[in-house]
């Protein structure tokens, strides 16, 4: 059996290390998102005050660890939860001051122009963002200068290099692993379109053993069956991989223009 202390990893991720356990999985809807967004935010700056939309939040994790660890003001977007849920999460957490829940389609979206000093998303931009024309839609919302944050499911190589999908990864990740892209794929879509500067598209160093390892403790302590059932099935895909393709991308850009 995987031991909830397994996730508390201070050398590691020692922001992420001083949430409980049990309160990331009992709010789990995919890969830990808490490390994601930690090691994501190697690459990119959050100030206190700063306005940044959380957008494909699940259930607010990431908007929670960004007002109590940054200080900035969180607008988490989700569609697939109610909005008034998450605003009682976020009221427990002690942080309903400054994290606003939404609920809101990605090409959707009910915010001002230039609104955001940063947009981020953590394991959910590959659901939307592959559209090779959605970055238009979604940089009209960032002030010239901000910044774009994204964590993706991701390949060491494309799967058409490949020939297609192996059959591992169709089976733990279904028709959805056509989703899942290179770095150099995510830094080449945004750099072509001219509206941001790519600063940093990397692979993160392991991330198929993080991956196994929440799924473990996720498939053992979630108190959603749904949940525990989705995590079994991928650690197989995992055992399989062992990293040779799956891994996560970390990529952060800068809107083209001047800030204020």
């Not at 922001?15 to 490390?35: I, S």
């Not at 062992?242 to 991308?249: H, K, N, P, S, V």
Request: hydrophobic share 40%; net charge negative.
């Amino acid at each position: 059996m995987t031991s909830l202390d397994a996730l508390v990893m201070p050398d590691k991720y020692p922001r992420a290390a001083t949430y409980d356990p049990q309160w990331m999985v009992d709010n789990c809807m995919g890969p830990n998102p808490l490390w994601l967004l930690e090691d994501l935010s190697r690459d990119c700056t959050f100030r206190p005050g700063m306005k940044v939309l959380d957008l494909g939040c699940g259930t607010g994790m990431t908007s929670i660890f960004l007002a109590r660890e940054y200080g900035v003001e969180v607008w988490a977007s989700e569609l697939w939860l109610p909005a008034e849920d998450n605003a009682a999460r976020f009221a427990r957490a002690g942080v309903g001051d400054q994290v606003h829940a939404v609920r809101a389609e990605a090409h959707d979206l009910p915010f001002e122009p230039e609104q955001f000093d940063a947009v981020l998303s953590v394991d959910s931009y590959h659901y939307f963002g592959t559209d090779d024309l959605y970055l238009g839609y979604l940089s009209r919302f960032l002030k010239p200068g901000g910044q774009l944050s994204i964590a993706v499911p991701s390949l060491h190589r494309e799967l058409r290099e490949l020939g297609g999908a192996p059959a591992h990864l169709r089976t733990g990740a279904g028709w959805e692993v056509l989703a899942f892209h290179t770095p150099e794929w995510w830094r080449f879509e945004w750099e072509q379109t001219g509206l941001v500067e790519v600063i940093a598209s990397r692979a993160q160093s392991d991330g198929w053993l993080d991956w196994k390892l929440w799924c473990e403790v996720c498939a053992e302590h979630s108190p959603d069956e749904l949940v525990r059932q989705h995590s079994r099935a991928e650690i197989p895909m995992l055992d399989t991989d062992r990293g040779e393709l799956l891994t996560f991308a970390l990529v952060t850009g800068r809107k083209n223009g001047s800030a204020e």
